[in-house]
């Protein structure tokens, strides 16, 4: 890989992050607020029919909260409890070792997200029913067929113990690059295969 490719990888991963903040964004303003990421939770929990009190519950609010307070402290203005997918974008631009630790954070709370949504189903789910999530987490409706689609090419069923998978590798530009469905203005480029986390 040359420099220039590099710089294209870099570039399409930082927009795979930007993707999933904009998910957030429940006005479409381009700010995410804290209280946009806590929301999240609470759709995920009514939508899904989880017992407002359940260990479930707390585990889907602890890790969106978590979520919201560490993107907050690293790239928002925690005076108005908001981030800029702007400013966002440019600090991983800026600085792309940010992105591994960001990335294992968003992957642990949507995956914490589907296995808690979908444990009343089994221990190992269809990819339809881990795209009906993503889709409560924000994603466009219309691109339900694309995330299913992303998520299919593991074969039938996904195990909910292994659900990390796929958030995992889409945060380090491995695979699944249509998992939060087609990002803004983008075509999806297509994996390299390369890698993988188990």
């Known amino acids: 890989m040359n420099h220039i490719e590099v710089r294209h990888a870099d570039s399409d991963l930082v927009e795979r992050f930007a993707h999933r903040l904009r998910l957030f964004d429940s006005n479409?303003?381009?700010?995410?607020?804290?209280?946009?990421?806590?929301?999240?939770?609470?759709?995920?929990?009514?939508?899904?029919?989880?017992?407002?009190?359940?260990?479930?519950?707390?585990?889907?609010?602890?890790?969106?909260?978590?979520?919201?307070?560490?993107?907050?402290?690293?790239?928002?203005?925690?005076?108005?409890?908001?981030?800029?997918?702007?400013?966002?974008?440019?600090?991983?631009?800026?600085?792309?070792?940010r992105m591994a630790d960001v990335g294992r954070r968003i992957a642990r709370a949507d995956a914490a997200a589907v296995r808690e949504c979908l444990a009343p189903i089994g221990e190992a789910v269809k990819a339809e029913h881990v795209a009906e999530v993503i889709v409560v987490l924000?994603?466009?409706?219309?691109?339900?067929?694309?995330?299913?689609?992303?998520?299919?090419?593991?074969?039938?069923?996904?195990?909910?113990?292994?659900?990390?998978?796929?958030?995992?590798?889409?945060?380090?530009g491995c695979d699944y690059p249509g998992l939060y469905g087609r990002p803004q203005g983008r075509r999806m480029a297509e994996s390299d295969g390369q890698c993988g986390v188990g």
Request: proline share 5%; charged share 25%.
């Open 138 to 172: 924000g994603a466009h409706p219309g691109h339900f067929p694309v995330i299913q689609h992303t998520l299919e090419r593991d074969g039938a069923l996904i195990r909910l113990t292994a659900a990390i998978r796929p958030f995992a590798d889409y945060f380090t």
């Open 28 to 97: 479409v303003d381009g700010i995410v607020r804290r209280r946009d990421v806590v929301a999240t939770a609470e759709r995920l929990v009514r939508g899904f029919g989880i017992a407002p009190q359940s260990i479930g519950a707390e585990r889907v609010r602890a890790g969106y909260e978590m979520l919201s307070l560490a993107l907050l402290a690293e790239f928002g203005d925690v005076a108005c409890d908001e981030i800029a997918v702007r400013g966002f974008t440019a600090a991983l631009t800026a600085d792309p070792t």
